[in-house]
């Protein structure tokens, strides 16, 4: 299996409303990846978990939670987001440390807040 | 901390010609580089990647050349075809572990038929 799967495919929430992204690979990957792509941009990374652990944040807002509850599993928890924040979510997954550390991404939830 | 910029932002060619993307990175450090693929409202693909240790890398109709000492890069496809249409996006990291992937702007490419 060399396939990252997220859930939902499309998401619309209200700016009070809470809501998840999921993330999930059987890789056996040990490094997992946020990412947020607005139209006609790169992909921007958010935060990276190695070995389950939080290794970077890149200054995301606290509206935005992730989780790594464990090797294959990395949530992103969303509440009171903004209408800027309506982009294309990315999840990411690589090895660690082998030398082979190639990012295989998802297919992404597209989240629209209203 | 890293920066690359791609160029250019949008390629037209003829069906069968070649294409050649350019990117140049900030940081001397930097000893990876792939470069994706993304068709629209598709996930990024990777379609290859070059390590700082090797200077040209090739894969049928896609190669990768690396000048370290200039800090650029480049993706060559030959004998295009229309699905080669999408939007490519070049990369750099340093070796940490895991891939602090910094993308460049991106080029969209169109294949004429």
């Known amino acids: 299996d060399t396939e990252v799967t997220q859930t939902p495919k499309h998401l619309v929430m209200g700016m009070t409303n809470k809501k998840s992204l999921k993330c999930e690979q059987h890789?056996?990957?040990?490094?997992m990846y946020w990412y947020k792509q607005k139209a006609k941009k790169p992909p921007e990374l958010m935060f990276v978990y190695s070995y389950e652990k939080l290794s970077i944040n890149e200054s995301v807002p606290s509206r935005f939670s992730p989780e790594c509850p464990n090797s294959s599993l990395l949530n992103l928890h969303l509440h009171a987001l903004q209408p800027e924040d309506s982009a294309l979510y990315l999840c990411a997954s690589s090895q660690l440390g082998t030398g082979q550390e190639t990012q295989y991404f998802g297919p992404g939830t597209r989240l629209l807040v209203l | 901390g890293e920066n690359v910029e791609q160029h250019p932002s949008t390629l037209s060619v003829q069906e069968g010609d070649s294409a050649v993307i350019k990117c140049t990175y900030s940081?001397?450090?930097?000893?990876?580089f792939p470069w994706y693929k993304q068709e629209l409202g598709k996930r990024p693909q990777l379609i290859i990647d070059?390590?700082?240790?090797?200077g040209e890398k090739k894969d049928q109709r896609i190669a990768v050349t690396l000048n370290k000492t200039a800090k650029h890069f480049s993706l060559h496809i030959t004998e295009t075809q229309p699905e080669d249409s999408a939007v490519y996006f070049c990369?750099?990291?340093?070796?940490?572990?895991?891939?602090?992937?910094?993308f460049g702007t991106g080029t969209r490419l169109l294949v004429s038929p």
């Open positions: 070059i390590r700082s240790n090797v």
């Open positions: 990369a750099a990291s340093r070796n940490t572990g895991f891939q602090k992937l910094v």
């Open positions: 890789m056996g990957h040990r490094a």
């Open positions: 940081d001397s450090a930097s000893n990876y």
